[in-house]
């Protein structure tokens, strides 16, 4: 079985591989879970955590999720201060990929904000916790919407900074279970997932209370095929998860 990240993000894939194939959707650190307990013949994850477990993980090229600079639902944000040398930054679940990727920008901004672990998602709760915070996701997409004040789209920045499109996760299999049927599978429910781009707004604004007009603009942004500027990205990434060499 292969299971999705449960995100608007990938409503397209999921309605698209559903329609073809038996499956599951779950969180990132749920995905991870259940393909290394063999749970799942193949999840999606985020790019970080499966560099973390690549002895034990293969890449299926099969789909992923990135954008070529602008995100939205990776978002920087405060009660109302701009940036400052001194942040505090509370991050929320599901973020290893994304908040990697600010590290990142804030270093090259000249900024090494103290970070604030945190279990909630939501941006209200986690702006009560610190002056800025790590949005990601829905609630990313929600806050995007409202009036809150937005201080960086992290992907965009990664682009800016780094001259990549921001991959932010990839499907995996366990090195000793890869299915190529499935993988044929995956790869097709790729192709088809524009088909699914107007049910996708309808779903994702009716069960995640996020604005039509925002999630059309949206799936003009995320893509799922891969090709060498993901490989590019991944590189980049792994280099950058190696301190010692750097």
């Known amino acids: 079985m292969i299971s999705l990240i449960d995100f608007t993000h990938s409503f397209p894939l999921i309605e698209a591989l559903s329609s073809q194939a038996k499956m599951s959707r779950g969180s ?11 749970k799942y013949s193949m999840a999606m994850v985020s790019l970080v955590s499966y ?11 099969g789909a992923n999720i990135h954008t ?3 995100t939205l639902s990776t978002l920087l944000v405060s009660r109302g201060k701009d940036l400052t040398n001194r942040m ?15 590290d990142l920008v804030l270093s090259r901004m000249g900024i090494s904000p103290k970070k604030i672990y945190s279990k909630a998602t939501e941006a209200s709760e986690l702006l009560e916790e610190a002056e800025y915070a790590l949005v990601i996701g829905d609630e ?29 996760a990839v499907t995996v299999a366990r090195k000793d279970s890869l299915d190529m049927d499935e993988v044929r599978i995956l790869e097709k429910a790729v192709e088809l997932s524009q088909i699914f781009i107007m ?14 007009d925002l999630l059309e ?12 500027k993901q490989d590019r990205t991944m590189d980049f990434v792994r280099y950058m998860l190696e301190p010692i060499k750097h």
Do not use: C, W
């Open 68 to 70: 070529k600079a602008q």
């Open 199 to 212: 049910e996708s707004i309808k779903k994702g604004s009716n069960e995640r209370g996020i604005s039509r």
């Open 28 to 38: 990132p650190s749920d995905n991870l879970k259940g393909v290394l307990d063999g």
């Open 88 to 102: 505090d930054v509370a991050v929320t679940a599901h973020t290893k990929t994304t908040e990697l990727y600010m």
């Open 51 to 61: 560099l973390e477990n690549k002895d034990d993980l293969e890449l299926v090229k």
């Open 140 to 168: 990313a997409l929600r806050y995007f919407h409202g009036d809150g004040k937005i201080i960086l789209d992290i992907g965009y920045e990664v682009s800016h900074f780094f001259k990549l499109e921001p991959l932010y």
């Open 217 to 228: 603009y949206y799936y003009t942004l995320i893509s799922y095929g891969y090709s060498m």
